[in-house]
């Protein structure tokens, strides 16, 4: 079956970049049309979109937050990685890997999340 | 940027009754929307994908509806289980978008 599981720090400070894996299973880059996006949720509020990547590297990202994002894959880890630069206390939200599959995209499965507080 | 409004923000239902949520796209996403569940301290659920279709181990009881701009969540009879929080999903473009959710709570 398809699992996902996000790691990272807990804690960042202001200004330093956030690097988040998600480790999956159950699938593969190695299989066209497999895809994982990230999503994140500050406390209490609405789901935010923020990158997507598929099998052939294709990346898609939030505008609001192109310029800080960075998606990126290890097909042999079953791993993707998301890097967010100049972190800020706004940033502060439980973050999700979750799967998807081309051409649908909805998320079939999700990790469980991981919260992530920017703090001096 | 396709936005996705809810409505109501908040519903309050009796167990055993229905409930209906709305969603409205800013622009046609034809059918390419999805439901998602989410109760407290855990992942969102995929409910329904292609406004209609139900997710794998979905009860018969979540029915979804509507396309091009107007969209539905119809639960036929509430059960406990049901009170959490609702998320629309547009994912006919980029970037993709959620709509702010609806709370259904327990009346």
């Known amino acids: 079956q398809i699992t996902l599981k996000e790691s990272g720090p807990t804690l960042v400070k202001p200004t330093q970049t956030l690097t988040l894996t998600c480790t999956f299973s159950?699938?593969?880059?190695?299989?066209?049309?497999?895809?994982v996006g990230w999503i994140r949720q500050p406390p209490g509020k609405a789901l935010e979109w923020l990158a997507f990547?598929?099998?052939?590297?294709?990346?898609r990202y939030s505008p609001s937050l192109k310029s800080r994002l960075t998606i990126t894959k290890d097909t042999s880890k079953n791993q993707v990685v998301l890097k967010m630069t100049n972190m800020d206390p706004v940033d502060t939200a439980t973050y999700y890997c979750?799967?998807?599959?081309?051409?649908?995209?909805?998320?079939?499965?999700w990790g469980q999340g991981t919260l992530v507080t920017v703090s001096s | 940027e396709i936005v996705m409004t809810q409505s109501p923000a908040t519903l309050s239902v009796s167990p055993g009754e229905r409930a209906t949520l709305s969603c409205r796209a800013s622009?046609?996403?034809?059918?390419?929307l999805a439901w998602y569940q989410q109760k407290p301290g855990q992942a969102p659920r995929l409910l329904i994908y292609?406004?209609?279709t139900r997710a794998t181990g979905i009860p018969a009881r979540f029915s979804g509806s509507g396309s091009g701009t107007e969209f539905a969540l119809t639960i036929s009879s509430l059960q406990s289980e049901d009170f959490a929080v609702y998320y629309c999903?547009?994912?006919?473009?980029?970037?993709?978008?959620f709509g702010q959710g609806t709370k259904l709570e327990i009346k």
């Open positions: 622009r046609s996403v034809s059918s390419n």
């Open positions: 159950g699938f593969s880059f190695s299989t066209s049309g497999v895809g």
């Open positions: 979750a799967h998807a599959r081309w051409p649908q995209g909805y998320f079939d499965y």
């Open positions: 990547i598929y099998w052939d590297d294709d990346k």
């Open positions: 999903h547009q994912y006919n473009y980029w970037p993709r978008t």
């Open positions: 292609g406004a209609s």
